[in-house]
């Protein structure tokens, strides 16, 4: 059985891409469409690049969930895979898709988590908090930001001479080495 899979992101989409561009050969997979909620996003372009469509949802839409379940469910889709998407998933979301959404955050959580935790943030806080290791949790999506159950963790060192973007760099080779395997482990 294919596993159709809903990519959800708001901003570059370069995990988006990598697990497209990693997965999509897989007769295991099938990536119908990208969802965002901002229509100037860079995934966008990226999407177009690949041969798959993105469609825009406003906020309200993500918030209400019911006409992003219509679609999701036209679409046939199986599973969720956020991807830099930065809104809350609401409860109907969740509840249509039990223990089918999965996030990736880029840090080890349950540290550096939470809301407004997010993209270069996590990575400023890290550097400050002088720790000497990070990395990446996938984990299951609930209603709250970063708390469901965590499906992977993987370490980087962090260098005290480090700067944030290094710390971003070394973050996002892990996210784009263990996100599609993790997603082929689960759903494959
Ligand atoms: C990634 O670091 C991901 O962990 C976080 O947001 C970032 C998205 O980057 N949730 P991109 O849009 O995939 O390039």
């Not at 993105?54 to 999701?72: C, K, M, P, Q, W």
């Not at 996210?175 to 599609?180: A, H, R, T």
């Amino acid at each position: 059985m294919t596993s159709r899979i809903a990519i959800f992101a708001s901003g570059s989409g370069s995990n988006a891409e990598n697990i497209i561009t990693t997965l999509r050969e897989n007769p295991a997979f099938e990536f119908p469409v990208i969802l965002s909620n901002k229509a100037d996003a860079f995934v966008h372009l990226r999407a177009q690049t690949m041969g798959i469509q993105s469609v825009t949802f406003t906020r309200d839409d993500f918030a209400n969930g019911e006409a992003i379940i219509d679609y999701l469910k036209h679409q046939r889709i199986d599973y969720i895979v956020l991807a830099g998407f930065l809104l809350k998933i609401p409860e109907n979301i969740i509840k249509s898709f039990p223990e089918k959404i999965i996030n990736i955050h880029p840090a080890l959580l349950p540290n550096f988590g939470g809301k407004g935790m997010y993209g270069n943030k996590v990575h400023e806080a890290v550097k400050n908090a002088g720790v000497t290791e990070t990395g990446i949790t996938i984990h299951y999506v609930t209603e709250h930001y970063d708390e469901g159950n965590i499906i992977f963790q993987a370490q980087c060192p962090v260098a005290t001479t480090d700067s944030p973007t290094d710390i971003a760099n070394k973050v996002h080779a892990l996210e784009y080495k263990f996100y599609p395997a993790i997603i082929q482990k689960i759903w494959g």
